[in-house]
């Protein structure tokens, strides 16, 4: 149990074109997801924490107008890279935390990744 | 600020021995702290939770202390196999249940 996909596992793109990269938990309902950006040899950096129905959390130095989330369901978020350039290049993963655990825990179960190479 | 270190060198074993990781932390009091192992071009799996007033947890071949005096967690795996070579990191989390930080993994290598 608590599967999280992504789609698509690697893209890529023309500099200015927009892409959009799915995250779905399988088995369980995510009141909750979090996307990550990570640089190769380089730790998951946050970017914004979604919550269902609400308007996504970015963390301080993220471009919301860039980086647009929805998370319309209880077991899918979207992130959008809008007009991406290639320093947008990088490992997209997303996580999910099940809403029905336990109070104080607080274990993320993550997605596979997206790779995203703009040209 | 808060950070969180581990070792940046990769830790190469031999394959029966233990492997043991360090995580330290500044700036920051966690309620709670993880460690996930993530191979390349995946993302992390979890493996174990310890909170703040453990001391030590193990599951099968795996154990983590904490301790908050000193602001250390370790991790070990016993009896290594050449399977167990990945990035392990550790992550921190606060009481809120809202988001956790990562420190930048070891990359642990295990040689037959």
């Known amino acids: 149990g608590a599967v999280v996909s992504q789609h698509p596992s690697w893209v890529i793109c023309k500099s200015g074109t927009s892409v959009k990269i799915e995250c779905r938990s399988l088995?369980?309902?995510?009141?909750?997801m979090f996307w990550y950006r990570q640089f190769p040899k380089q730790s998951l950096m946050l970017m914004a924490t979604s919550n269902e129905g609400s308007k996504a959390t970015y963390e301080q130095g993220v471009e919301k107008d860039k980086f647009l989330i929805n998370h319309a369901s209880l077991t899918l978020s979207t992130l959008t890279v809008t007009s991406a350039h290639p320093e947008d290049s990088s490992f997209y993963i997303c996580?999910?935390?099940?809403?029905?655990?336990?109070?104080?825990?607080?274990?993320?179960?993550f997605g596979p990744g997206t790779r995203l190479t703009v040209l | 600020s808060q950070k969180i270190e581990q070792n940046s060198e990769a830790l190469n074993i031999q394959e029966g021995k233990t492997a043991t990781l360090t995580c330290n932390y500044t700036n920051y009091s966690p309620a709670y702290l993880q460690w996930y192992r993530q191979d390349p071009g995946r993302g992390p799996v979890f493996l174990l939770l310890?909170?703040?007033?453990?001391k030590e947890k193990r599951k099968e071949r795996l154990k983590v202390t904490f301790d908050t005096t000193l602001k250390q967690s370790l991790f070990h795996i016993t009896a290594s196999q050449p399977a167990d070579s990945a990035t392990y990191l550790c992550?921190?989390?606060?009481?809120?249940?809202?988001?956790?930080?990562f420190g930048s993994g070891t990359r642990l290598s295990i040689r037959p």
């Open positions: 310890i909170r703040e007033n453990e």
């Open positions: 992550a921190l989390g606060g009481s809120s249940a809202s988001k956790i930080i």
């Open positions: 088995d369980f309902q995510a009141t909750t």
């Open positions: 996580s999910a935390r099940d809403g029905a655990g336990l109070v104080g825990y607080n274990e993320q179960f």
